[in-house]
């Protein structure tokens, strides 16, 4: 391993293919990887502004990293870290609770160069030095703006590749806000966004997982009639706004019941046929639990070891990694109830857009994010039908279903929750493939 | 093993415990059986009406034979074979592909005594001498009512125990209507019945499930909109009746097309969440696929091999096992649209009612087994909440919803399909459990 990593090191270096800055944020070994991988990855520092620096973690693709497109990926939150992302959902690597890397099939960069970033500062291993983590979503896309400025300069041989923005959940809002500034930058081949179970439209997700409460058999006859009579007037709407009508103290109940029954933390409203974590009878301080019923105690300990910090490049004064860091998210002002103008300005530039959902997410459901795609009044070029896969027994199943409006995919992943690279990674590298080949 | 087998056989007849004709269905060997199982089992005919003879296949309770309840489990079709759930579902045995049997944990026989009857004639390895298999609701209730009687003339020892009636699927209309004839019978020790994912109301199982269909992603906004607008007077209704406005043009074509994209074979419709075995590319010859898409080959080789045949006493002449007849499928009167009139029956005789559903069924779906028993206008014991079971990992999870009315339970299982106790084991293992101590 040593020989072999110390002459590939040598390559890079004699042909040229890394400046010293990215050399020093190569990884050269991983503790507990337990497999040689046939990609580089780098992991250091951004810039942002002030002196924010942004943690990254970036995957040439195992395909063809000159002409493979690099991905951006972020997490949600706010203040969740998007290493998440690349541990659980669309990375190549997989932590058991031993600390043993293991690869993970199914992840993104088989088929493209992907940058998984921690922000905004304060979040993971991000950090300023300032300590002033207090932001909203104007400032956090303008720094993950400067952050992606920095990526290729850094790395100017990616600078022609071409270039997306991806992630989810809160993601929803980073993409498109973040989106909307680096579609005006001509210096950046930007070629589109993509976004998987995303916040869209606060009233339109708030109150359409009200229906699919009901619909799903969260939440029963009795109570779903009270629903109709305390807020919406005794009748069934299309699209009756629950929260809207809080004033109306019945309403108010009634909507506080249904949301104690979905989001109690009893049911995984992440996936709602799956189990939850929450549930495990350990002691707590040997569980990291976080993000409703997720469990990444592994990935906890894993990036807080000094041996693994050291690997990627962190400094010793960065506190500990975190899933979600509370500094971040208890401060942070959201400033964007809904992402429709920047939806629009980066089709009215040309760009392409997919809105991806597992389907089984109550936290940003696949339901809400169709109203908010229609209510974009987009040009339909071929109407909803089940898109496909090839499953582990060689069988085509379906993967779900697609719309498809011009330049702008509405997909649905089967089974699929708000982590639906996690759940459906198969399914969802094929739909990334379907994507980014324009299909 | 022969030894044990001899020396358990010598301690039956010499305690006097069965009489010839039951020690001649006892099931000694099986081939392929992978354990040695602690409960004796039977298999062999109980009379019915005319020379029809019912293949049955009884498992005595792993626990406490003597005082636990004897359970009697109908699969539906019409035409299915029972023995689908003995090998698939609740049942104790599994068979591999190679034809080893291995013991399924999570089996209703550990904490029941569980009767497995082929019916109507013609189904499975029941027959009748003069092969007429043209049948109906009411004369297949009637010739099950009479197997009961024999199954209790040959095992009198057992007709002190509880006994209830279960089924699922068509077995919404097979378990009410021999109810309805068992409890008339006051040397019958009936306790009630148990019916999951079962058809009690065609309108309603229709009509629900388009509403299921629209809030779990099979049918877009557009679709959903030409259905309300062509059925439903534009207006979205709690419960609009798409099947009874088929004279309307629009609406016939709305409906028929939710109708296609649900059951057209791609979805699984059994479990909307589960791959649709019907992909899978195997030669047609050495597959048997039946029921939407679930996959009964290792069954269907193994109930037809020689060997199996003899060791579970089916004469020669009877013809190879299907888990689905077409002889009796296609040659069915259905009597029945509704079962309230016999649910109310056995209520009445104060005997104890459970409607279970699997969530994620769209065959026969929960929320018009819902909208039914709403319509018996019950008095409501305790409001809709979770239940619980304890999963393999020790964790308490949710295992789904339960309404109690008086002597009437309407319980949901979380994720659960068309055939539950297959998808859910020990969710509904756990749920029996709380029925028979009447939780």
Redesign the interface.
């Known amino acids: 391993m040593a020989t072999s990593l110390h002459y590939v090191l040598l390559l890079i270096v004699s042909a040229g293919l890394l400046d010293a800055a990215v050399l020093g944020d190569l990884v050269t070994s991983l503790p507990g990887l337990s497999f040689e991988p046939a990609w580089r990855h780098y992991s250091g520092y951004l810039n942002a502004s002030g002196t924010k620096r942004l943690h990254y973690w970036f995957f040439e693709s195992a395909d063809s990293p000159s002409t493979d497109p690099v991905l951006l990926w972020m997490n949600g939150g706010p203040g969740c870290s998007s290493l998440v992302g690349l541990f659980t959902e669309n990375g190549p690597f997989r932590v058991m609770l031993n600390g043993t890397v293991v690869y993970h099939e199914g992840s993104w960069n088989e088929i493209a160069n992907v940058l998984y970033l921690e922000a905004p500062a304060g979040v993971g291993m991000s950090y300023s030095d300032d300590k002033y983590y207090r932001t909203n979503d104007d400032e956090t896309a303008s720094d993950n703006y400067l952050a992606i400025k920095d990526f290729f300069s850094k790395y100017p041989e990616y600078s022609k590749n071409s270039f997306y923005v991806t992630g989810e959940s809160y993601g929803g809002i980073y993409v498109p806000t973040l989106s909307a500034l680096v579609v005006r930058d001509p210096t950046i081949n930007f070629k589109g966004m993509a976004i998987g179970n995303g916040m869209s439209n606060y009233d339109k997700n708030e109150n359409a997982h009200v ?2 409460a ?10 779903w009639r009270d629903l ?1 009579n305390s807020c919406c007037n005794g ?4 699209r009756c706004m629950f929260t809207l009508h809080q004033d109306r103290p019945h309403c108010k109940d009634a909507f506080n019941t249904a949301h104690h ?1 979905v989001f109690e933390g ?2 995984n409203f992440y996936n ?2 799956h ?2 974590r929450n ?3 350990l002691p707590v301080d040997k569980l990291k639990i976080s993000m409703g019923c997720l469990d990444t105690t592994s990935v906890d300990r894993y990036l807080n070891t000094p041996e693994v910090r050291k690997a990627i490049h962190v400094p010793d004064f960065v506190p500990r990694w975190e899933v979600e860091t509370p500094a971040v998210m208890l401060h942070y002002t959201e400033v964007y109830p809904d992402l429709s103008a920047q939806h629009r300005e980066v089709l009215e530039a040309g760009k392409r857009i997919m809105m991806y ?1 597992g ?2 997410d109550f936290a940003c459901d ?2 809400g994010e ?2 908010f795609v ?1 209510d974009l009044g987009l040009e339909l070029v071929s ?2 039908k ?1 898109w496909y896969y090839t ?1 582990q ?6 993967a ?2 697609i ?1 498809k409006y011009k330049n702008y995919d509405l997909v ?1 992943v ?2 699929g929750g708000h982590l639906s690279p996690a759940d459906k990674p198969f399914e969802v590298l094929q739909m990334m493939k379907n994507f980014l080949v324009g299909e």
């Open positions: 229906y699919l009901y619909y799903h058999g969260l939440i029963g006859d009795s109570l109709i009748t069934l709407e299309e029954i009893q049911l709602v046929y189990e939850c549930s495990i009878s959902n389907d089984v696949f339901l169709s109203w229609e109407g909803r089940m499953a027994d060689g069988t085509t199943q379906v779900g279903f719309t649905t089967r089974g």
